[in-house]
T-cell receptor
Framework: GAGVSQTPSNKVTEKGKYVELRCDPI?????LYWYRQSLGQGPEFLIY????????DSGLPNDRFFAVRPEGSVSTLKIQRTERGDSAVYLC????????????FGQGTRLTVV | GQSLEQPSEVTAVEGAIVQINCTYQ??????LSWYQQHDGGAPTFLSY????GLEETGRFSSFLSRSDSYGYLLLQELQMKDSASYFC???????????FGQGTELSVKP
């Protein structure tokens, strides 16, 4: 596609449920990043992939959060037992390599846990 | 760890010039980036400075002083469409992982 695509754009879920957020990066981009952004704050790093492997997952808040990128393209961020504090916009970004200075962001998925 | 500070809000009038400052503390420095984000939109890349000095891209310029751990984004000939949040960010460990500041909300008034 022309840009980074994230689906769904909005997700409302009940506390305790499981959710999956999808990111389709720009074709050919080997590096993929997940960030979380709360209202009025800057994006907060969660995890990044170089190819299929998670190169750095130090930003994942706890073990309820997990992300995969099995074929080195599409990535899924998975959140188990959601809590109200997980409500935020989840942003995905990609770049050609991890050394690139420019990252291309998607529009994000707005997650609301009620 | 890494931390960045920038003003939370700036207001300016159409046609004016505005400067958004950013100071940072990092354990290693690999460049300072600037991103723009409109309400509800995706952050978009504006500029990157790895070396001291001024980088100019059209109406936008970005400056870096590594000795002062300081940079700024300069926006000239402000337009209403420049109303947005602006984030400075540093690269962590020389890789693409970015650490962002809290953002500066710029309001451009007629």
């Amino acid at each position: 596609g022309a840009g980074v695509s994230q689906t769904p754009s909005n997700k409302v879920t009940e506390k305790g449920k499981y959710v999956e957020l999808r990111c389709d990066p720009i074709s050919g981009h080997t590096a993929l990043y997940w960030y979380r952004q709360s209202l009025g704050q800057g994006p907060e790093f969660l995890i990044y992939f170089q190819g299929t492997g998670a190169a750095d997952d130090s930003g994942l808040p706890n073990d309820r959060f997990f992300a995969v990128r099995p074929e080195g393209s599409v990535s899924t961020l998975k959140i188990q037992r959601t809590e109200r504090g997980d409500s935020a916009v989840y942003l995905c970004a990609s770049s050609f390599t991890v050394l690139d200075t420019e990252a291309f962001f998607g529009q994000g998925t707005r997650l609301t846990v009620v | 760890g890494q931390s960045l500070e920038q003003p939370s809000e700036v207001t300016a009038v159409e046609g004016a010039i505005v400067q958004i400052n950013c100071t940072y503390q990092t354990s290693g420095f690999y460049g300072l980036s600037w991103y723009q984000q409109h309400d509800g939109g995706a952050p978009t890349f504006l500029s990157y400075n790895a070396l001291d000095g001024l980088e100019e891209t059209g109406r936008f310029s970005s400056f870096l002083s590594r000795s002062d751990s300081y940079g700024y984004l300069l926006l000239q000939e402000l337009q209403m469409k420049d109303s947005a949040s602006y984030f400075c960010a540093v690269r962590d460990g020389g890789r693409g992982k970015l650490i962002f500041g809290q953002g500066t909300e710029l309001s451009v008034k007629p």
